[in-house]
């Protein structure tokens, strides 16, 4: 092999080496992804729905319940208005608090600034319950920034004669109304939609 040859194949391989190092560093950077939600780093409204569509189909195999659970910060809009940097950080640090409380095989995602919704697989409404107490007393303790929350449960065990997708929107929704009755109801409540 020639000299030419030998220098041509070191600057290939020096190249596809550089190459190669540069694409394993690009996919050591976390993605931006529509699946998560950039603020807080739980999944984003998308994710949770295809989540929630995904317990549901187990939970008609196996007849379990699904609980959907919506907690919203109380006043979160006005805490935004006041300081936007101290909303964000409780945001992101109660979202953190809060996955850290749910079962491993619970999904918290964020669903709307201030809000997040929980999927629930084989938990009834009175095990959802307890979840939402507890959540409940971990905003209020929550170090630095207490705050209140407001929470809106809706379980379902669903059944063969309804469509999944159908059935996630319409339990996403219900818990949205649950939610908006404790809004209504005053602050730091938990309400059922039947």
């Known amino acids: 092999m ?3 040859e030998l220098l041509t ?8 080496g ?7 560093q690009r996919r050591a ?27 549901l189909s187990l939970a008609d195999r196996l007849q379990h319940p699904v609980t959907v659970m919506v907690v919203q910060i109380d006043d979160f809009a006005q805490r935004l208005q006041r300081d936007p940097e101290q909303a964000a950080e409780l945001e992101r640090s109660l979202a953190q608090r809060m996955a850290g409380r749910v079962r491993t095989h619970d999904l918290l ?5 201030g809000q997040y919704l929980a999927v629930l697989p ?30 809106g449960l809706h379980g379902k065990a ?14 996403a929704v219900a818990a949205q109304r649950a939610l908006e009755a404790t809004v209504a109801n005053g602050p730091g409540r938990i309400e059922i939609e039947p």
């Open 2 to 4: 020639s000299a030419l």
């Open 109 to 113: 995602a964020s669903w709307d600034r």
């Open 9 to 16: 194949v070191a600057l290939a391989s020096a190249a596809l």
């Open 29 to 55: 950077l976390p993605p931006a992804s529509p699946l998560h939600d950039p603020l807080t780093g739980l999944p984003s409204r998308a994710a949770v729905l295809e989540a929630l569509t995904r317990s």
């Open 122 to 151: 084989d938990a009834d409404v009175a095990h959802a319950l307890v979840l939402a107490e507890d959540l409940h007393e971990l905003a209020a303790t929550h170090t630095g920034l207490p705050c209140s929350v407001s929470i």
């Open 158 to 171: 669903p059944g063969p004669d309804l469509h999944l997708h159908d059935l996630t929107a319409s339990m």
């Open 18 to 24: 550089a190459g190669g190092l540069w694409l394993w």
